[in-house]
Structures are given as structure tokens and as C-alpha cells.
């Protein structure tokens, strides 16, 4: 799976077309997938973070993909980036953030079911990366009251990033 076959499959969702914040939603979505690439994620996680929000999120409400397509989505990313891209498009953040006082036993709660989402240790460290690029690639677009959200719950999610991904946001937040 390429970069490049997803952003032309994207393409006939008009992701290209949808506005997010100052830009639109195709530069966001690739601005991800640079970061998590250049963090040294495993293409999955790189792939999810090219869609992470193409079904909505709780906070972006456009849905440029129906959930119906759920399935040609699947065919044309991979199982692995879909179920991620899924997970971060239905998750409640405050479900997410609840499991960093956890040892085991990770959920989040999907907004589109009402119901919890079991997620694995993998699941957990990846939808915490997906976060903090998505976060870290719109932050410079961002009014400078809100630059700084989300500190301490990233400060505890340190066990769950990579190194380059917790320095990225030390540096980001000027903590290094």
C-alpha cells in the first residue's frame, strides 16, 4: 500500500473539497502520514494517520466517507490502517484518555455505537500516536491559546509514543 494509491483513493471522496481549519482536509491528512512516516511508525499506523479522519471525528463532524464504505475502504488500505482509521474516527477522547491511569484493559468508547471498543497494547500505543501527529501537524494553524491543550495527558501517554514522537512534542511544547 502506497502513499500515493490511498491519496488517489481518497481523491474520489473529494477529500481535496473539504475544508479543515485553514486548509483543506487532503493537506492535513498527508501532513499526518509525513510525520508519523518520519516518526518511524510501521506503514499501518503511517496509512491510518492518511485517513485517520475520513469518517469524522468527534470534534471535525464533515464525513467525507459514509461508514457503509467501510468495506471498500478495508479493500483499499488494508484491514490493519482501517480498523485504526475506524477506531480514531469513532473514539470519544475522553474514553481514550482514560486508559493512561490503566495498567491493562484499554477501551474506547465509540461515538457512532455508544458502545466500548477493547483495544490491544498495539492499538493503544498506535491510536496515542495518531493523536499526537494529528494534533501536532494542525497545532501550527491553531489560535495561540489553544496551542498548549492536551500537555498532561501527552506528558502521561509518554510510554505509549516512540522516542521521536515524545521528543517531537517536548519540542513542540517547548518542554526539551
Same mark, same amino acid.
Given at each position: 500500500m502506497s502513499k500515493e494509491h490511498v491519496l488517489k483513493f481518497l481523491e474520489? /471522496? !473529494?477529500v481535496e473539497d473539504v475544508g479543515h481549519g485553514k486548509r483543506n482536509l487532503r493537506a492535513h491528512l498527508t501532513g499526518?502520514?509525513?510525520?508519523?512516516k518520519?516518526?518511524?511508525y510501521p506503514e499501518s499506523v503511517c496509512i491510518a494517520g492518511l485517513c485517520h479522519s475520513i469518517y469524522g471525528t468527534e470534534s471535525f463532524r464533515q464525513t467525507p466517507v459514509a461508514l457503509e464504505e467501510r468495506e471498500r475502504v478495508k479493500s483499499a488500505i488494508g484491514e490493519d490502517s482501517e480498523k485504526l482509521?475506524?477506531? /480514531? !474516527?469513532?473514539?470519544?477522547?475522553?474514553?481514550?484518555?482514560?486508559n493512561l491511569e490503566k495498567e491493562t484493559g484499554y477501551t474506547i468508547t465509540d461515538r457512532f455505537t455508544e458502545t466500548e471498543i477493547a483495544l490491544s497494547d498495539e492499538d493503544m500505543a498506535s491510536m496515542i500516536a495518531l493523536t499526537l501527529a494529528n494534533w501536532l501537524?494542525?497545532?501550527p494553524f491553531v489560535d495561540e491559546k489553544h496551542k498548549f491543550i492536551i500537555k498532561d495527558e501527552l506528558v502521561q501517554a509518554k510510554r505509549w509514543l516512540n522516542s521521536a514522537?515524545?521528543?517531537a512534542f517536548l519540542e513542540a511544547y517547548e518542554l526539551k
Open positions: 474520489e /471522496f !473529494g499526518t502520514y509525513d510525520i508519523l518520519n516518526w518511524g482509521t475506524y477506531y /480514531f !474516527g469513532a473514539h470519544k477522547k475522553r474514553s481514550l484518555w482514560a501537524e494542525q497545532r514522537a515524545y521528543d
